[in-house]
């Protein structure tokens, strides 16, 4: 009895206790459940306000990171209809509300495909950008889910793409040329830099000298800042082919002598490692390495480099940004279906590099000024391939855009086009998502359609001088160029086992062993040699002609933004009468006419001289791409 007794005052004692250890656990769980359902909003908001964040970089990015939603202050909204106001462009499901913010937001109810998190709470984002400062841009975003807020920012730097004398937003082959190629200016890569001219004892067809020799090739570049968000490679090009020797000295600013020979073949640097590039055992050395060697002039990757943002692809599209610029007062617009006038004509010729026939819109300079409508704010946008001729005087400062090809013939943008001796040319710019082309004086159309059989290689292409003190021979280019195609675009070195032009090793001249540095992408059989009908060279630059006795200049910037669409490879997409034809798409190159240019050793040129235009950036051309790097990010609450 006394034993029943105190197991149930032990019972009614411990039931309490139990039920208290319930309770508070029980308690605990809700309050971590709640905790964790917290937490979960709370990075649901996050993820909402880097979405938005990325949302509003890349509708930047579509504007050429030059439009914004507020003034410097970051309060005082721009008005509608004010030519810097962001434009969403492709973004879906904007609005801009009364206070300057872009939102986007999810309710229930609607569709759930809509939802960012599909937690089934209410969600959005709101997001501004403006310039605190002229060279600085801040984007804040708000992310929302529910109740529970996340507030974060952006800062970064902009900068034009025109400070470069050569900007390429991926690996460079730029100097990887057959020629002696003077550059001077800034130089940077967001991918690669190859550093790697081209040496060649030329070869011949019998006693006709198809392509020139040119032993040693040299690359002289004179800069304060030669920079590469990947490797400085000497040793090879991106299509991989080893130095053939040459000579790469780099010099600091516009000093006379160089300040290093870059090594390569002919001091002895032979594979990876052994050329003094970014493979090179000392290049991060502190005391023996790059830094020290060029005094910070030369840098990569591995020495803290950064890729620094182009415009996107969208900005050139019809309904993008050139296209919206273009119907602000003062600027022109070109379509394919225009009329002819007296200072425009449809004209059409084959492209041999292209394979393929093309109609352009000829824009003569000369006759639009002297019919009164070259564009008085300085913006031309075609969704027509142009071609400008009668340009090597310009009325004014000009940025001609499109989003398809842009061929110059002759001298564009002279110094001095009349020989008076004055420094005339202007700013002036020619920017694509597609390719530039330079044609000579001498190009005819309907040559263009000829085929030239191996026995008859096509005539050098030359340049009359316009007056007495006028070079002969010079093609003058002075502007920024800026395309949109990718590095390694000729199909015939495109090792792809969906591409049928690829074309196994380089044309090697039978006569003397010389790997000629192009490929044979036709042959044909002459006393018993194979020799090449059509040849594909993987530098061409943007010409089309043999350019053995000219010399090519340029004062101004390269840009190449890499955003190009590249056609299939049996150029389907760029066939008007294939269905799937889309004027947006680029074809692949096939280098049929092009040999590069050759200036003959004892008369002193240079082959190809590119120098900067600092007018480019201190009395810009209308419209300037911008290049665009993050600094910062934070969240703020």
């Given at each position: 009895m006394k034993k029943r007794g105190f197991l149930l005052a032990m019972a009614l004692l411990v039931l309490p206790i139990a039920a208290l250890m319930i309770f508070s656990v029980s308690r605990l769980v809700l309050t971590e459940s709640g905790m964790s359902m917290q937490a979960q909003r709370k990075m649901r908001a996050f993820y909402v306000a880097q979405a938005g964040l990325a949302a509003a970089y890349h509708g930047f990015g579509a504007n050429n990171y030059n439009a914004v939603t507020h003034e410097p202050d970051g309060s005082t909204n721009v008005p509608a209809g004010d030519p810097k106001l962001y434009n969403p462009y492709n973004l879906p499901f904007l609005t801009r509300a009364a206070d300057g913010w872009y939102t986007w937001a999810w309710n229930p109810g609607d569709p759930v495909a809509n939802s960012f998190t599909g937690s089934g709470q209410a969600e959005g984002y709101r997001f501004q950008v403006y310039f605190p400062d002229p060279g600085h841009w801040r984007i804040v975003c708000e992310g929302r889910v529910g109740a529970m807020v996340s507030?974060?920012?952006?800062?970064?730097?902009?900068?034009?793409?025109?400070?470069?004398?050569d900007f390429d937003n991926g690996d460079t082959s730029d100097f990887n040329m057959a020629e002696n190629h003077l550059v001077e200016g800034p130089v940077h890569a967001n991918g690669n830099m190859y550093l790697r001219p081209w040496s060649t004892l030329g070869f011949k067809i019998l006693t006709t000298t198809i392509v020139e020799p040119v032993t040693p090739a040299q690359l002289n570049m004179k800069s304060s800042s030669i920079t590469a968000a990947g490797k400085i490679i000497r040793y090879e090009d991106a299509w991989g082919r080893q130095d053939p020797g040459g000579t790469v000295s780099i010099s600091r600013g516009s000093a006379a002598g160089p300040l290093v020979i870059m090594e390569g073949r002919d001091q002895g640097a032979v594979g990876a490692g052994n050329a003094y590039d970014s493979d090179h055992p000392l290049w991060k050395d502190t005391s023996s390495g790059a830094i020290p060697k060029w005094g910070g002039t030369v840098s990569d990757g591995q020495l803290g480099v950064k890729k620094r943002a182009v415009p996107l692809r969208d900005s050139l599209l019809p309904g993008g940004y050139y296209d919206q610029k273009s119907a602000l007062p003062g600027n022109l617009k070109i379509t394919p279906g225009d009329a002819d006038t007296a200072w425009m004509h449809t004209k059409t010729f084959y492209n041999q590099a292209e394979?393929?026939?093309?109609?352009?819109?000829?824009?003569?300079?000369?006759?639009?000024?002297?019919?009164?409508?070259?564009?008085?704010?300085?913006?031309?946008?075609?969704?027509?391939?142009?071609?400008?001729?009668?340009?090597?005087?310009?009325?004014?400062?000009?940025?001609i855009s499109s989003?398809?090809?842009?061929?110059?013939?002759?001298?564009f943008n002279m110094v001095d086009p009349d020989g008076s001796g004055v420094d005339?040319?202007?700013?002036?710019?020619?920017?694509?998502?597609?390719?530039?082309?330079?044609?000579?004086?001498?190009?005819?159309?309907?040559?263009?359609?000829?085929?030239?059989?191996?026995?008859?290689p096509p005539a050098k292409a030359v340049d009359p001088p316009r007056y007495a003190t006028d070079k002969p021979n010079v093609v003058e280019i002075n502007a920024?160029?800026?395309?949109?195609?990718?590095?390694?675009?000729?199909?015939?070195?495109?090792n792809d086992a969906a591409n049928p032009y690829f074309v196994p090793s380089t044309y090697?001249?039978?006569?003397?062993?010389?790997?000629?540095?192009?490929?044979?992408?036709?042959?044909?059989?002459?006393?018993?040699?194979?020799?090449?009908?059509?040849?594909?060279?993987?530098?061409?630059?943007g010409y089309l002609e043999n350019l053995q006795q000219c010399q090519v200049v340029q004062h101004g910037s390269v840009v190449h933004l890499r955003t190009g669409k590249m056609a299939r490879y049996d150029n389907a997409d760029a066939d008007p009468t294939n269905a799937s034809y889309d004027p947006l798409v680029s074809p692949w190159l096939t280098k049929s006419y092009y040999i590069p240019p050759y200036a003959d050793p004892s008369l002193g040129l240079i082959t190809r001289q590119q120098i900067h235009d600092p007018r480019l950036v201190t009395q810009p051309p209308p419209f300037v791409p911008f290049t665009s790097r993050k600094l910062l990010w934070r969240v703020l609450n």
């Amino acid at each position: 009895m006394k034993k029943r007794g105190f197991l149930l005052a032990m019972a009614l004692l411990v039931l309490p206790i139990a039920a208290l250890m319930i309770f508070s656990v029980s308690r605990l769980v809700l309050t971590e459940s709640g905790m964790s359902m917290q937490a979960q909003r709370k990075m649901r908001a996050f993820y909402v306000a880097q979405a938005g964040l990325a949302a509003a970089y890349h509708g930047f990015g579509a504007n050429n990171y030059n439009a914004v939603t507020h003034e410097p202050d970051g309060s005082t909204n721009v008005p509608a209809g004010d030519p810097k106001l962001y434009n969403p462009y492709n973004l879906p499901f904007l609005t801009r509300a009364a206070d300057g913010w872009y939102t986007w937001a999810w309710n229930p109810g609607d569709p759930v495909a809509n939802s960012f998190t599909g937690s089934g709470q209410a969600e959005g984002y709101r997001f501004q950008v403006y310039f605190p400062d002229p060279g600085h841009w801040r984007i804040v975003c708000e992310g929302r889910v529910g109740a529970m807020v996340s507030r974060q920012e952006q800062w970064g730097e902009l900068r034009s793409a025109y400070e470069y004398v050569d900007f390429d937003n991926g690996d460079t082959s730029d100097f990887n040329m057959a020629e002696n190629h003077l550059v001077e200016g800034p130089v940077h890569a967001n991918g690669n830099m190859y550093l790697r001219p081209w040496s060649t004892l030329g070869f011949k067809i019998l006693t006709t000298t198809i392509v020139e020799p040119v032993t040693p090739a040299q690359l002289n570049m004179k800069s304060s800042s030669i920079t590469a968000a990947g490797k400085i490679i000497r040793y090879e090009d991106a299509w991989g082919r080893q130095d053939p020797g040459g000579t790469v000295s780099i010099s600091r600013g516009s000093a006379a002598g160089p300040l290093v020979i870059m090594e390569g073949r002919d001091q002895g640097a032979v594979g990876a490692g052994n050329a003094y590039d970014s493979d090179h055992p000392l290049w991060k050395d502190t005391s023996s390495g790059a830094i020290p060697k060029w005094g910070g002039t030369v840098s990569d990757g591995q020495l803290g480099v950064k890729k620094r943002a182009v415009p996107l692809r969208d900005s050139l599209l019809p309904g993008g940004y050139y296209d919206q610029k273009s119907a602000l007062p003062g600027n022109l617009k070109i379509t394919p279906g225009d009329a002819d006038t007296a200072w425009m004509h449809t004209k059409t010729f084959y492209n041999q590099a292209e394979d393929r026939q093309v109609t352009v819109k000829e824009i003569d300079i000369a006759a639009m000024n002297a019919a009164g409508v070259f564009p008085s704010n300085g913006l031309i946008y075609s969704t027509a391939p142009l071609r400008i001729v009668n340009g090597a005087k310009l009325p004014g400062p000009i940025t001609i855009s499109s989003d398809q090809t842009i061929y110059t013939k002759s001298d564009f943008n002279m110094v001095d086009p009349d020989g008076s001796g004055v420094d005339q040319k202007l700013s002036a710019a020619l920017v694509t998502s597609d390719r530039v082309y330079n044609l000579t004086d001498s190009f005819n159309d309907a040559d263009s359609f000829t085929f030239h059989p191996a026995t008859s290689p096509p005539a050098k292409a030359v340049d009359p001088p316009r007056y007495a003190t006028d070079k002969p021979n010079v093609v003058e280019i002075n502007a920024a160029v800026v395309d949109g195609q990718p590095t390694t675009n000729v199909r015939a070195w495109a090792n792809d086992a969906a591409n049928p032009y690829f074309v196994p090793s380089t044309y090697v001249n039978p006569l003397n062993g010389e790997d000629t540095g192009a490929k044979a992408v036709a042959t044909t059989s002459i006393l018993g040699l194979t020799v090449p009908v059509k040849i594909a060279y993987p530098n061409s630059m943007g010409y089309l002609e043999n350019l053995q006795q000219c010399q090519v200049v340029q004062h101004g910037s390269v840009v190449h933004l890499r955003t190009g669409k590249m056609a299939r490879y049996d150029n389907a997409d760029a066939d008007p009468t294939n269905a799937s034809y889309d004027p947006l798409v680029s074809p692949w190159l096939t280098k049929s006419y092009y040999i590069p240019p050759y200036a003959d050793p004892s008369l002193g040129l240079i082959t190809r001289q590119q120098i900067h235009d600092p007018r480019l950036v201190t009395q810009p051309p209308p419209f300037v791409p911008f290049t665009s790097r993050k600094l910062l990010w934070r969240v703020l609450n």
